[in-house]
């Protein structure tokens, strides 16, 4: 069983979580900072959100769902938690994992850090998933230009487009055959994402 006062105490990171090269952390400010901080900021990610995909869950329990497990969620706090943090306060939240010991009061969700959390179902106002039958195909942001450019459709624009430069014929091939790019040319709508880092894609 739970018990809720261990959850005054901080989680450590997992040994076995490597962070981006690029993390600083007395310089990284985290997106549910500047979501809770930030209004301007809190619409333009919420908006980017809902363009990815995600939706809002109709009913707090569906999150012990079998189906939801493995999935990645985000949640906002109803006010009524032991943290004492105020009604709305947004999360990153993590990947779902499940009931502890088939406990319907908890679920527990691994955080982008590696730490594995319980959270009380209680404690929820909002949460949010991507759903299921919205798949969207993400490539790296674009860096240096070759000579084996990939060119796809862009389904929005109707316009050809590059999203990926290889370094060779060879690397070229081996990426027409990826499972993104074979998703891509189904027709399925597909961004740009930049990878390597900490905040932007939480």
């Known amino acids: 069983m739970i018990h809720p006062e261990l959850q005054r105490y901080p989680r450590l990171p997992s040994n ?3 962070d981006a090269r690029d993390y600083v952390p007395s310089a990284y400010v985290s997106i549910q900072s500047r979501v809770n901080s930030d209004p301007i900021f809190e ?10 995909g995600w939706v809002r869950l109709e ?3 569906s999150i012990l769902f079998n189906s939801l497990r493995g999935k990645h969620f985000k949640y906002r706090l ?3 938690g032991m943290s004492g943090e105020s009604a709305g306060t947004f999360r990153s939240g993590g990947i779902v994992l499940g009931m502890k010991e088939e406990d319907i009061r908890y679920v527990l969700y691994k955080s982008y850090n590696g730490c594995v959390f319980p959270i009380q179902l209680k404690d929820l106002k909002e949460i949010y998933i991507k759903d299921p039958k919205t798949d969207i195909v993400k490539f790296s942001v674009l860096t240096a230009k ?5 060119i796809i459709k862009n389904q929005e624009s109707g316009s050809d487009e590059i999203v990926f430069y290889a370094k060779t014929e060879n690397l070229r091939e081996k990426f027409l055959v990826t499972k993104n790019y074979l998703t891509a040319l189904k027709g399925v709508k597909w961004i740009f994402v930049r ?3 900490r905040g932007p894609n939480r």
């Open 59 to 61: 009913s707090i329990d």
């Open 146 to 150: 070759t000579k084996f450019p990939v």
């Open 43 to 52: 619409e333009q990610y919420i908006t980017k959100l809902i363009s990815e």
């Open 16 to 18: 076995d979580h490597e």
């Open 78 to 80: 109803n006010g009524k």
């Open 195 to 197: 990878r390597n880092t």
